[in-house]
C-alpha cells in the first residue's frame, strides 16, 4: 500500500517520510487513532515504505512497482507478518494463533484496503459471541518469528493490530523483544484505546497520533476511489464523523440505519416500559451478539450527542437527513440536557460490561428501566 492511497493524514505522512531519509526509524512505534482513520493503512504503506528497493533520495513515497512494493500490495512479502486478535472457531478448535487465519486476514485487508473495524475481523473468522486476544501462543510465535535472519527486506517487520486486545498475563513474554530487538527489526503496534493497553507496552513505544480525516477528505475518496455519487458520498461523509470504514458501512450495508430504527423504538419502549414489548426488543437485540450489541450502543451514544448539539446550536448542527432528521429533532425538544449525559454514562457502563461478558438480558433489561427513570424524571 502507497501513502497516496491513503485519506489526508499529510502531516502523519511528511513526519513518517522524513524518519526514513533521516535515519531515525524507531523500532517500536504505536500508531493511535480512533477507528477509521487509516492507522492500519498507514503502517502498512510504512512499511512498504521503509523496504521499497525502487525508491530515489527525495521520493515522499514507494514506488510501487519494485519486487518488494508488489509482495507488500499483496500483503505476501516473507518478511512482514502481522498479528491480531483471534479466538477458537469450528474450523480451528483449540490453541488458536494469527496465522492460522493468514488467509482470511489478507482478504479482508486488501478487499478494504486496510480500513476495517474489530467486528467486520470477527465476523470474518466466525468467532460468533466471543471475544478475541492475541494470546500468549501468538507471542511466543513472535518472538519465533522475529528470531529468524529476514529474507530479503531491509527490515523485517511485526504490525501487531489492536494491541489493546493483548491478554495481560501474554505480554511479559514479548517486553524483552520489543524493548531490545533483533538488529533490523520494526514493531509497529496499532490500537484505538490507549486505556486499555498495557503500561508496560505504552512505554516501551514512540506514539504516533493519527487524527480523524475531514468530512472533505472522506467525501474526496467516496467518490474518486469508489465512484460514489457526490450527494450520497456527503451524506455519508457527514454522518461518519471522520470515521472512514462508518462511511463504507452507510453505503454498503443496512446496519446503521437498522440500530437507529432500534434506538427509536428502544426509546419508546422505555418511556412506557411494555415489559412484554421491551422483552421481545431486548431478545433482538441479544441475538446479534456482544460486538453488535456495542456497536448499538456507540451508535445511540452518536444520536445522544447529536440530540445534545441540536439543544446547544440550534437545528443547523444536525447532520441528518429525512425521517431520521424529523425524529432527531423532536427526540431533541423532548429530553434534557442532563438526561443525555445521565444516559450517556449509562451507556458507556453498558458497553464496558459487555465487553466483560455481563449477561446481556440482564444488563438491557436494567438500563432500559434506568432510562425509563431518566425520562419520567426530566424536566
Same mark, same amino acid.
Given at each position: 500500500?502507497?501513502?497516496?492511497?491513503?485519506?489526508?493524514?499529510?502531516?502523519?505522512k511528511?513526519?513518517?517520510?522524513?524518519?526514513?531519509?533521516?535515519?531515525?526509524?524507531?523500532?517500536?512505534?504505536?500508531?493511535?487513532?480512533?477507528?477509521?482513520?487509516?492507522?492500519?493503512?498507514?503502517?502498512i504503506?510504512?512499511?512498504?515504505?521503509?523496504n521499497?528497493?525502487?525508491?530515489?533520495?527525495g521520493?515522499?513515497?514507494?514506488?510501487?512497482?519494485?519486487?518488494?512494493?508488489?509482495?507488500?500490495?499483496?500483503?505476501?512479502?516473507?518478511d512482514?507478518?502481522?498479528?491480531?486478535p483471534?479466538?477458537?472457531?469450528?474450523?480451528?478448535?483449540?490453541?488458536?494463533?494469527?496465522?492460522?487465519?493468514?488467509?482470511?486476514?489478507?482478504?479482508?485487508?486488501?478487499?478494504?484496503?486496510?480500513?476495517?473495524?474489530?467486528?467486520?475481523?470477527?465476523?470474518?473468522?466466525?468467532?460468533?459471541?466471543?471475544?478475541?486476544?492475541?494470546?500468549?501462543?501468538?507471542c511466543?510465535?513472535?518472538?519465533?518469528?522475529?528470531?529468524?535472519?529476514?529474507?530479503?527486506?531491509?527490515?523485517?517487520?511485526?504490525?501487531?493490530?489492536?494491541?489493546?486486545?493483548?491478554?495481560?498475563?501474554?505480554?511479559?513474554?514479548?517486553?524483552?523483544?520489543?524493548?531490545?530487538?533483533?538488529?533490523?527489526?520494526?514493531?509497529?503496534?496499532v490500537?484505538?484505546?490507549?486505556g486499555?493497553?498495557?503500561s508496560?507496552?505504552?512505554?516501551?513505544?514512540?506514539?504516533?497520533k493519527?487524527r480523524?480525516?475531514?468530512?472533505?477528505?472522506?467525501?474526496?475518496?467516496?467518490?474518486?476511489n469508489?465512484?460514489?455519487?457526490?450527494?450520497?458520498?456527503?451524506?455519508?461523509?457527514?454522518?461518519? $464523523?471522520?470515521?472512514m470504514?462508518e462511511?463504507?458501512? &452507510? *453505503? #454498503?450495508?443496512? =446496519?446503521t440505519?437498522?440500530?437507529? !430504527?432500534?434506538?427509536?423504538?428502544?426509546?419508546?419502549?422505555?418511556?412506557t416500559i411494555?415489559?412484554?414489548?421491551?422483552?421481545?426488543?431486548?431478545?433482538?437485540?441479544?441475538?446479534?451478539?456482544?460486538e453488535?450489541?456495542?456497536?448499538?450502543?456507540?451508535?445511540?451514544?452518536?444520536?445522544?450527542?447529536e440530540?445534545?448539539?441540536?439543544?446547544?446550536?440550534?437545528?443547523?448542527?444536525?447532520?441528518?437527513?429525512?425521517?431520521?432528521?424529523?425524529?432527531?429533532?423532536?427526540f431533541?425538544?423532548?429530553?434534557? $440536557?442532563d438526561?443525555?449525559?445521565?444516559?450517556?454514562? &449509562? *451507556? #458507556?457502563?453498558? =458497553?464496558?460490561?459487555?465487553?466483560? !461478558?455481563?449477561?446481556?438480558?440482564?444488563?438491557?433489561?436494567?438500563?432500559?428501566?434506568?432510562?425509563?427513570q431518566?425520562?419520567?424524571?426530566?424536566?
Amino acid at each position: 500500500m502507497r501513502f497516496e492511497k491513503i485519506i489526508g493524514q499529510t502531516h502523519v505522512k511528511e513526519r513518517l517520510v522524513q524518519t526514513v531519509t533521516e535515519n531515525r526509524i524507531s523500532h517500536a512505534q504505536l500508531f493511535m487513532g480512533s477507528e477509521g482513520c487509516g492507522k492500519l493503512a498507514l503502517a502498512i504503506a510504512y512499511a512498504q515504505f521503509i523496504n521499497c528497493t525502487g525508491r530515489k533520495t527525495g521520493d515522499t513515497d514507494s514506488c510501487g512497482t519494485c519486487p518488494s512494493c508488489h509482495k507488500f500490495e499483496q500483503l505476501a512479502h516473507p518478511d512482514l507478518h502481522f498479528v491480531y486478535p483471534v479466538a477458537a472457531t469450528k474450523d480451528v478448535p483449540k490453541k488458536p494463533i494469527s496465522k492460522n487465519f493468514a488467509d482470511k486476514w489478507r482478504k479482508l485487508v486488501l478487499e478494504h484496503n486496510a480500513y476495517i473495524r474489530l467486528p467486520q475481523w470477527y465476523d470474518t473468522i466466525g468467532i460468533e459471541n466471543k471475544q478475541g486476544i492475541i494470546n500468549a501462543d501468538d507471542c511466543n510465535e513472535i518472538i519465533k518469528t522475529l528470531s529468524y535472519k529476514s529474507y530479503e527486506a531491509k527490515y523485517k517487520v511485526m504490525i501487531i493490530w489492536m494491541v489493546e486486545k493483548l491478554f495481560h498475563a501474554a505480554a511479559p513474554k514479548i517486553l524483552k523483544i520489543l524493548e531490545e530487538p533483533p538488529d533490523r527489526t520494526l514493531f509497529l503496534l496499532v490500537a484505538e484505546d490507549p486505556g486499555q493497553i498495557i503500561s508496560t507496552i505504552l512505554s516501551r513505544t514512540q506514539l504516533v497520533k493519527i487524527r480523524k480525516p475531514g468530512d472533505g477528505e472522506i467525501r474526496s475518496a467516496l467518490i474518486k476511489n469508489y465512484g460514489v455519487e457526490p450527494k450520497n458520498a456527503h451524506r455519508a461523509a457527514l454522518l461518519a $464523523e471522520g470515521n472512514m470504514v462508518e462511511a463504507l458501512s &452507510l *453505503l #454498503n450495508d443496512e =446496519s446503521t440505519d437498522d440500530y437507529f !430504527n432500534q434506538f427509536r423504538q428502544w426509546m419508546r419502549l422505555c418511556y412506557t416500559i411494555e415489559i412484554a414489548a421491551t422483552t421481545e426488543w431486548i431478545t433482538g437485540i441479544i441475538k446479534l451478539g456482544r460486538e453488535k450489541q456495542k456497536a448499538f450502543l456507540a451508535n445511540a451514544l452518536q444520536i445522544l450527542r447529536e440530540c445534545l448539539m441540536v439543544k446547544v446550536q440550534g437545528e443547523d448542527a444536525l447532520r441528518r437527513e429525512d425521517h431520521e432528521k424529523e425524529f432527531m429533532i423532536k427526540f431533541s425538544r423532548t429530553i434534557t $440536557e442532563d438526561f443525555i449525559l445521565q444516559s450517556n454514562k &449509562l *451507556l #458507556n457502563e453498558a =458497553s464496558y460490561h459487555i465487553e466483560r !461478558n455481563a449477561n446481556p438480558n440482564i444488563l438491557f433489561l436494567d438500563l432500559s428501566l434506568k432510562i425509563n427513570q431518566l425520562l419520567r424524571s426530566r424536566k
